[in-house]
């Protein structure tokens, strides 16, 4: 659970923006890190949503 995630604006619209926003930096780590270790990879996030939490995300990795 990210706390990032967990203050978000009321709005579901500008909640969804946001969140996208905040999860491209962790996106970035990830890629970069495996970048480091020589692994070229596409690193994308989802954010899961209950309704009305966005709390949780998910990390898909793809191997080039």
Do not use: H, Y
């Not at 500008?14 to 990879?41: E, K, Y």
């Not at 596409?42 to 191997?63: E, P, Q, R, T």
């Amino acid at each position: 659970e990210l706390r990032w995630l967990t203050r978000l604006p009321p709005n579901q619209e500008d909640a969804r923006v946001t969140a996208i926003q905040l999860l491209a930096f962790p996106c970035g780590l990830v890629r970069g890190a495996l970048s480091n270790l020589g692994i070229p990879a596409v690193v994308s996030c989802d954010f899961l949503a209950d309704g009305a939490n966005m709390a949780a995300c998910s990390f898909n990795i793809k191997i080039k």
